[in-house]
T-cell receptor, first 108, second 112 residues
Framework: ELKVEQNPLFLSMQEGKNYTIYCNYS?????LYWYRQDPGKSLESLFV?????AVKQEGRLMASLDTKARLSTLHITAAVHDLSATYFC????????FGAGTRLTVKP | NAGVTQTPKFQVLKTGQSMTLQCAQD?????MYWYRQDPGMGLRLIYY???????DKGEVPNGYNVSRLNKREFSLRLESAAPSQTSVYFC???????????FGDGTRLSIL
């Protein structure tokens, strides 16, 4: 059974700092997705990673996928308050499983 | 605005009551999904429909039924609500079989 683990589950950052969120998964897959959820809101698709070595960047966020290590990372560069949200990874195999989410708080 | 529309947004039920959550999309997507989201957990798939006329169980289907009424609409029914079904329910749609691309705003359901 596919299991998806994110860490950390909670992250409090200072503005301007860098940090990385990790997403590990248990079975072979080369399709991974990152979503953002603001409090009380729906999920918004951020990145689609479809092959080993895939890297996608948008603004201060960069996502990468290493299918051999079964690991994806979401790197935050020079965090700003607007990035405060919960970030989910989801892995596609025979179905799609979500991680528990990383609740990010960026403080001034 | 185009997207996925869920109704109602909030609902409180008593144990044993029944209700149907409605979902409609206007993006001509083939696939539709129902997820539940519980505190500290990611989304878990309840049921999905890869195309009109087909439905399949997801990870946590017990206690739920679904109907894909047409290409636009996918409803989720709780026949006899239980407190364990207190959750936030999200409907989603997409072009592909197992990947949701657009989510509704959610239905916050409390069962007392």
């Amino acid at each position: 059974e596919l299991k998806v683990e994110q860490n950390p589950l909670f992250l409090s950052m200072q503005e301007g700092k860098n940090y990385t969120i990790y997403c590990n998964y248990s079975t072979t897959s080369d399709r991974l997705y990152w979503y953002r959820q603001d409090p009380g809101k729906s999920l918004e698709s951020l990145f689609v990673l479809l092959s080993n070595g895939a890297v996608k960047q948008e603004g201060r966020l960069m996502a990468s996928l290493d299918t051999k290590a079964r690991l994806s990372t979401l790197h935050i560069t020079a965090a700003v308050h607007d990035l405060s949200a919960t970030y989910f990874c989801a892995v596609e195999n025979n179905d799609m499983r979500f991680g528990a989410g990383t609740r990010l708080t960026v403080k001034p | 605005n185009a997207g996925v529309t869920q109704t109602p947004k909030f609902q409180v039920l008593k144990t044993g009551q029944s209700m149907t959550l409605q979902c409609a999309q206007d993006m001509n997507h083939n696939s539709m999904y129902w997820y539940r989201q519980d505190p500290g957990m990611g989304l878990r798939l309840i049921y999905y429909s890869a195309s009109e006329g087909t439905t399949d169980k997801g990870e946590v289907p017990n206690g739920y039924n679904v109907s894909r009424l047409n290409k636009r609409e996918f409803s989720l029914r709780l026949e006899s609500a239980a407190p364990s079904q207190t959750s936030v329910y999200f409907c989603a749609s997409g072009y592909y079989d197992i990947r949701p691309q657009h989510f509704g705003d959610g239905t916050r359901l409390s069962i007392l």
